[in-house]
């Protein structure tokens, strides 16, 4: 089957000209001007239109068991509703059951995934229990195609690794040449936190923000920084949302290391005084918790300096009911919130046709730099000859607003309802089939495929 693009505006990271594109099979097979369109090609006029690489959400938790319920998009939902927003690719986070295998973890993941998913999808290992025999299972991972292990330095007695089996994992992933990701929290230091509020009858969910000060996180960040310098392996930052935090990480250059900072959207958009509202204040119950404007305007330069490059969602949608679970208590509100298939059109009307960033940096940020990092480069991420035929076509004029009523997460609320956005995703393809068309899933369930990724190269 074959597909030309014509007369977009095509942008890449570094790019961008009014071109055609000629998609032969799953791959691109032509780029330039003027290109004649082969006998019974399907020919899409993209004038006005602009065409980018495919999203790459390296940060999203389908299915996941956690805090006594499962997170609610399934592979199908959840990788449905991100190629309605643009994303063609997720990156799930596997976790290791604590005094069990990884292998065992990647069975479960397997056995949920394989055959479900409708756009393509890679996972991350969460190594939630470092020790002898974690060790040996690495190399057998990276030779699995995950090439990245996340770590939690929160969530104590459920995911949370001390120091000592960080500086072990670091160890041997830098033997094999992965890359370490971490959620960088103080878990000790906001289980104090939380104790605290709870002894104190302080329930409401304005004592989540309130048990997660942003020094919780600016420990966490340089202590991971630090042990990555010493161990030297590749080190990523997940969903870091604060000024202090990324100071640690400019205090990181200044030994020459480079830490990789992932943000997500919500940190760039909303903030804190979301929690104030106590009757809904649960829809935006996330860890780290949403900042201060301050934070927002640090992220923003972030992205523009080159010292964030990535923004994800760390979407990890919850029902309504489950969210309910913590209505006394807000240590037990589920952790997380519905955002995958907004990422691009959220990104695209707040930070470009705002004048932010540049379209060039948004593609940077939403997919190329993903790809990179997380070794699917140049398969993934960019539109060159041979790539994957990932490709949004996105009007950047067109007005809609957000809403529950129409989105495709399984989640009966929307984190962003009402909102109006300028720019909308129009047609997806994903490995050369129109996956979305104006609004219609054209591929369905066993469509999307699971990516063996490589190492880093960025
Ligand atoms: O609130 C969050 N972030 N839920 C998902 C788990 C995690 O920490 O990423
Ligand atoms: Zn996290
Ligand atoms: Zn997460």
């Not at 072990?168 to 040449?177: A, D, I, N, S």
């Amino acid at each position: 089957m074959s597909i030309l693009l014509k007369n977009g505006r095509v942008v890449t990271a570094d790019s961008d000209s009014i071109c055609d594109i000629l998609v032969e099979g799953e791959a691109i097979a032509a780029i330039g001007r003027g290109l004649p369109a082969p006998e019974g090609v399907a020919v899409n006029d993209c004038t006005g239109k602009m065409v980018m690489p495919g999203g790459i959400d390296p940060h999203v938790h389908l299915e996941m068991p956690f805090m006594g319920t499962f997170s609610s998009d399934t592979y199908e939902t959840g990788t449905r509703a991100a190629l309605h927003g643009g994303t063609t690719t997720v990156i799930d986070f596997i976790l290791q059951k604590q005094g069990s295998s990884l292998r065992a973890a990647l069975d479960e993941w397997q056995g949920r995934a394989t055959g479900n998913a409708v756009g393509d999808y890679s996972f991350h290992m969460a190594v939630t229990d470092f020790n002898p025999n974690t060790q040996l299972e690495i190399e057998e991972m990276i030779a699995e195609g995950i090439t990245s292990f996340k770590t939690f330095m929160a969530y104590k007695g459920a995911l949370m690794i001390d120091d000592a089996q960080m500086v072990g994992l670091m160890q041997e992933v830098k033997k094999h040449g992965g890359l370490v990701t971490a959620h960088a929290t103080n878990g000790d230091m906001i289980d104090t936190l939380i104790a605290q509020h709870r002894a104190a009858g302080k329930l409401s969910p304005l004592y989540h923000y309130l048990s997660q000060p942003e020094v919780t996180e600016a420990e966490a960040s340089g202590r991971f920084s630090d042990i990555a310098n010493y161990t030297g392996v590749n080190a990523y930052i997940v969903h870091l949302t604060c000024q202090g935090a990324l100071n640690q990480v400019r205090r990181a250059t200044e030994r020459n290391q480079r830490v990789l900072v992932e943000t997500c959207i919500q940190y760039l958009l909303l903030d804190a005084s979301l929690y104030e509202n106590e009757a809904e204040g649960a829809k935006w119950v996330m860890s780290p918790p949403l900042r201060q404007k301050k934070d927002q305007a640090t992220l923003w330069a972030g992205l523009n300096q080159g010292l964030v490059q990535v923004v994800g969602t760390d979407h990890c949608p919850f029902l309504w009911e489950q969210k309910l679970l913590g209505k006394d208590d807000f240590s037990k509100i589920p952790n997380g919130h519905p955002a995958v298939e907004h990422r691009l059109e959220l990104l695209f009307s707040e930070g470009v046709s705002k004048g932010r960033i540049t379209p060039q940096k948004f593609v940077e940020v939403t997919s190329t730099n993903a790809a990179k990092i997380f070794g699917m480069f140049p398969r993934k991420g960019t539109i060159s000859i041979g790539a994957d035929a990932d490709l949004v076509i996105l009007d950047p004029e067109k007005k809609h607003t957000i809403s529950a009523a129409t989105h495709h997460m399984n989640c009966d609320y929307s984190a962003y309802e009402g909102w109006e956005l300028t720019g909308k995703v129009d047609t997806v393809l994903l490995r050369g089939k129109v996956a979305i068309d104006r609004g219609e899933a054209k591929v369905g369930r066993g469509y999307g495929q699971f990516i063996r990724r490589g190492k880093t190269a960025f």
